[in-house]
């Protein structure tokens, strides 16, 4: 069994700042692509960024590109999502997920921008 679980969301004004965290646990015996996904109200859940495991490779969605960084600490299990500038068209639940054989999900967690 694999589990993730994330922290760092809330509620920040128009250009605030926000960090997720997200912690894989279980039975990991080797560590694969990590990232973020999101989704909004009524939106279908869309890759927001991604990071393979030596950190080389990144992806970011074109909205977030210069806002938002992604980074992982393999020695902790932790990916995490810096977001800054942030918009109100940020507002979503985000999700994390580790792709294995199988992509592991984590509970997700609510990120919302006040205009």
């Known amino acids: 069994q694999v589990q993730l679980a994330e922290s760092g969301g809330g509620l920040v004004q128009t250009g605030g700042t926000l960090r997720l965290s997200c912690v894989a646990s279980?039975?990991?015996?080797?560590?694969?692509?990590m990232g973020w996904y999101r989704q909004a109200p009524g939106k279908q859940r869309e890759l927001v960024a991604s990071?393979?495991?030596?950190?080389?490779?990144?992806y970011y969605l074109d909205s977030v590109k210069g806002r938002f960084t992604i980074s992982r600490d393999n020695a902790k299990n932790t990916v995490y999502l810096q977001m800054n500038d942030l918009k109100p068209e940020d507002t979503a639940v985000y999700y994390c997920y580790l792709a294995l054989s199988s992509k592991y999900w984590g509970q997700g967690t609510q990120v919302t921008v006040s205009s």
């Open positions: 990071v393979t495991v030596g950190g080389v490779n990144t």
């Open positions: 279980g039975s990991i015996f080797r560590l694969n692509t």
